[in-house]
């Protein structure tokens, strides 16, 4: 099974910065097959970017996905007051899919 | 408009069963393989379980392997967990997913259906 660990475990930022959130597989994730959810209390996971870099629909472009092997990244790269959430990624290119443990982004 | 509905969670005591239903609307149910993804409280997710579309062949993660049996029923659209010999530790609000094709990024969620495990 592939372990997904994402740093930091909370980022403190203000509105405007730019945040970068790491995902760190424990084997080389197939095909780029890493994906990106935000989510908020209360709801459920938003798709974000899948395939590494692509945008799922109706994402906003200052959201960005980058990496390969076994080091992946999210920029947003200017913080927005609705992007103050929780992020989780997820590799589906191995069996079991899996997930990362998430990174919190909160107004500083 | 894609819709996703789960329903039947509950507070339940270790060793019970429970069985959870995820309606669906908007596209082929048949056409698509569906799955269950969980989260405990505070923590992260979970793929518990998936479903193909072509044979049902059936898929589960090692944690819940033998106690938990998805299933579907394309003429109703819906989406089944059978859950049995339940733990403390199966404490989560579950989640039906829908993907583009089988093993892949989930785009599709329901609202989640909130288990409660315990005495």
């Known amino acids: 099974e592939i372990v997904l660990t994402q740093s930091p475990g909370t980022l403190s930022l203000s509105p405007g910065e730019r945040a970068t959130l790491s995902c760190r597989a424990s084997?080389?994730?197939?095909?780029?097959?890493l994906a990106w959810y935000q989510q908020k209390p209360g709801q459920a996971p938003r798709l974000l970017i899948y395939?590494?870099?692509s945008r799922a629909t109706g994402i906003p472009d200052r959201f960005s996905g980058s990496g390969s092997g076994t080091d992946f990244t999210l920029t947003i790269s200017r913080l927005e007051p609705e992007d103050f959430a929780v992020y989780f990624c997820?590799?589906?290119?191995?069996?079991?899919?899996?997930f990362g443990q998430g990174t919190k982004v909160e107004i500083k | 408009e894609v819709q996703l509905l789960e329903s039947g969670g509950g507070l339940v005591q270790p060793g019970g069963s429970l069985r959870l239903s995820c309606a669906t609307s908007?596209?082929?149910?048949?056409?698509?393989?569906m799955s269950w993804v969980r989260q405990a409280p505070g923590k992260g997710l979970e793929w518990v379980s998936a479903?193909?579309?072509?044979?049902?062949?059936?898929y589960y993660a090692d944690s819940v392997k033998g106690r938990f049996t998805i299933s579907r029923d394309n003429s109703k659209n819906t989406l089944y967990l059978q859950m049995n010999s339940l733990r403390v530790d199966d404490t989560a609000v579950y989640y039906c997913?829908?993907?583009?094709?089988?093993?892949?990024?989930?785009?599709?969620w329901g609202q989640g259906t909130l288990v409660t495990v315990s005495s």
């Open positions: 084997q080389s994730v197939s095909s780029s097959y």
């Open positions: 908007g596209f082929i149910f048949s056409a698509y393989a």
């Open positions: 997820q590799q589906y290119g191995s069996s079991p899919q899996t």
């Open positions: 479903i193909s579309d072509a044979d049902g062949s059936t």
């Open positions: 395939g590494t870099s």
């Open positions: 997913a829908k993907a583009p094709h089988f093993y892949d990024r989930f785009v599709y």
